[in-house]
């Protein structure tokens, strides 16, 4: 019996012995860190059918296969697979919300379909596969999230997951560094629409993306967004479709692209709009991700899962926006941004000297070199003494960053 068929026998897969259950098939990857081969007989004991291993004297062993390259393998075995899978893939990627555009198509298309979604951010060279194998045959949606910090990773996720549907949520000012500036990352992203392209797939796009708009493909069905009024955008946003509503418990106008584009789609695949009220409204979002929330009887508009200069340009403009007393800006370092990353984050602090907040707090060693006179820390434990002095009662807060600086814990308490 060959690889595939156990795991058809047995469709359960793992790469973590502490998770790992009776029955799993275990892949023993290595990094720059880690080598799984050290935790086989682990595995084993806890119940592992088989150990997916690339060190070859373990070669005849009971419960191990041996293969030249574990990760490899485990793509392999995705692929084929995805082979098997008779729903319709939908690609997604973008610099900025594409976790919450697709968290948001989720909820909209499981209104009518048996819908499966890549889980959290497994989204890479190992998450995608991951994700492949975990999706039950008779799933009809298949949304597959796909995260790149250098050119070519796109397509190659691309060959393992070969989706007939995509978008790209917008390409902007994130991974820099392994991209090589922005063109880089426009011509990474836009790996989706060249290898949906050769296999005469179909394009959501945003009509108001110029950048999208000019890589679009001819040879592909190219269909846009839904046209849309913004009706509010504080404290939650409220976007306005084709004579319908559509309320969500996220806040600022840069998520109204998200909402958007998940009632476009669910309108191309006939799902319901009041079936798609009701998903809208439902996603409440999670993981310091567009989250409102109070604390120490301020208002929280907390983001710091994630950073760029555009997604933090977005969110500053839409901060800048807000007109009330008592505001007050945190923002944490953006990372991989490269021999980008003091201009980039100049630009932020130049920014925030033209806006109308009351107060602001810098947290990471990068924005510790600009030039500014603005109270700035190291890292978040050296900022939290500080934050927890400020009355910050009946304040606005907007808190950005990268998810390495863990802002959110200056508000996790």
Not at 50 to 56: A, E, H, I, P
Not at 364 to 374: E, I, L, S, Y
Not at 381 to 396: V, W
Request: hydrophobic share 35%; net charge negative; glycine share 8%.
């Amino acid at each position: 019996m060959d690889l595939f068929e156990l795991y058809l026998r047995n469709p359960s897969i793992s790469t973590d012995t502490r998770t790992i259950e009776s029955g799993d098939i275990f892949f023993a990857l290595k990094g720059d860190q880690f080598d799984g081969n050290i935790y086989i007989d682990q595995a084993i004991e806890k119940g592992a059918i088989l150990c997916v291993s690339d060190d070859q004297n373990r070669k005849g062993q009971d419960k191990v296969w041996v293969t030249q390259n574990v990760l490899t393998s485990l793509q392999d075995l995705a692929h084929k697979y995805r082979k098997l899978l008779k729903g319709k893939v939908m690609g997604l990627t973008g610099s900025n919300g594409k976790t919450t555009t697709k968290e948001l198509l989720y909820q909209v298309l499981s209104q009518k379909y048996k819908t499966h979604a890549t889980k959290g951010n497994l989204n890479n060279h190992i998450g995608v596969p991951l994700t492949l194998l975990s999706v039950p045959i008779d799933a009809e949606m298949i949304i597959i999230e796909m995260g790149a910090n250098h050119q070519g990773e796109i397509h190659e996720l691309c060959e393992i997951a070969d989706p007939y549907y995509g978008l790209i949520t917008n390409c902007g000012k994130a991974h820099l560094e392994g991209f090589g500036g922005i063109y880089g990352v426009i011509k990474g992203k836009t790996e989706l629409y060249r290898y949906l392209n050769r296999n005469e797939g179909t394009i959501f796009y945003n009509p108001d993306d110029r950048i999208l708009v000019e890589n679009l493909p001819s040879g592909t069905l190219n269909i846009p967004y839904m046209s849309y009024q913004l009706l509010n955008s504080y404290p939650t946003i409220s976007v306005h479709i084709n004579d319908i509503i559509y309320d969500s418990p996220m806040y600022g106008d840069f998520n109204a692209g998200n909402i958007v584009c998940a009632v476009s789609v669910g309108s191309y695949f006939k799902v319901d709009p009041a079936d798609m009220q009701k998903a809208i409204q439902s996603y409440v979002p999670a993981n310091n991700r567009s989250q409102f929330i109070q604390f120490r009887d301020a208002e929280i508009f907390l983001d710091a899962y994630n950073a760029n200069p555009t997604s933090m340009e977005f969110g500053l403009n839409f901060f800048d926006g807000i007109h009330r007393e008592n505001k007050m800006v945190i923002l944490g370092d953006m990372l991989e941004l490269g021999e980008y990353g003091e201009a980039e984050h100049q630009k932020m602090v130049d920014k925030l000297k033209t806006m109308k907040i009351d107060r602001v707090l810098l947290v990471g060693p990068v924005f510790k070199k600009t030039r500014h006179a603005f109270p700035v820390f190291e890292n978040v434990m050296e900022a939290q003494s500080y934050f927890d002095d400020l009355d910050i009662k009946g304040c606005s807060v907007y808190i950005k960053g990268s998810r390495g600086i863990q802002l959110e814990k200056l508000v996790n308490q």
